[in-house]
């Protein structure tokens, strides 16, 4: 069982920044790769970004260059750092982590970009 805690969400204007943070717990050393998703209203959830624990990663078209993934081992926890925010992105997002064949999901956070 593995436990995903999220903060960091929040109201910000277009060209903004929020970074938001994912602690894990539970059983930690088997998670695989971690991810951040993020489902607006009326759409399917989509895959935002990616890393493996070797720390590759991989985004989503949309985000590309203004989005970063990291993960701090260390502490167990996985970031998604969002610059040039813009009203397309307003979504909740959920941190992912995928251990032994199974998903599991953080409790989701409520990024609002205003124009």
């Known amino acids: 069982q593995v436990q995903l805690v999220e903060s960091g969400g929040g109201l910000v204007q277009a060209g903004g920044s929020l970074r938001l943070s994912c602690a894990a717990s539970g059983s930690i050393l088997s998670i695989g790769n971690m991810g951040w998703y993020r489902q607006a209203p009326g759409k399917q959830r989509e895959l935002v970004a990616a890393i493996t624990g070797r720390g590759s990663t991989n985004y989503a078209d949309s985000v590309k260059g203004r989005f970063t993934i990291s993960r701090d081992s260390a502490k167990n926890t996985v970031y998604l750092q969002m610059d040039s925010l813009n009203p397309e992105d307003t979504a909740v997002y959920y941190c992912?982590?995928?251990?032994?064949?199974?998903?599991?999901w953080g409790q989701g956070s409520q990024v609002t970009v205003s124009s």
């Open positions: 992912n982590a995928y251990v032994l064949g199974f998903h599991y």
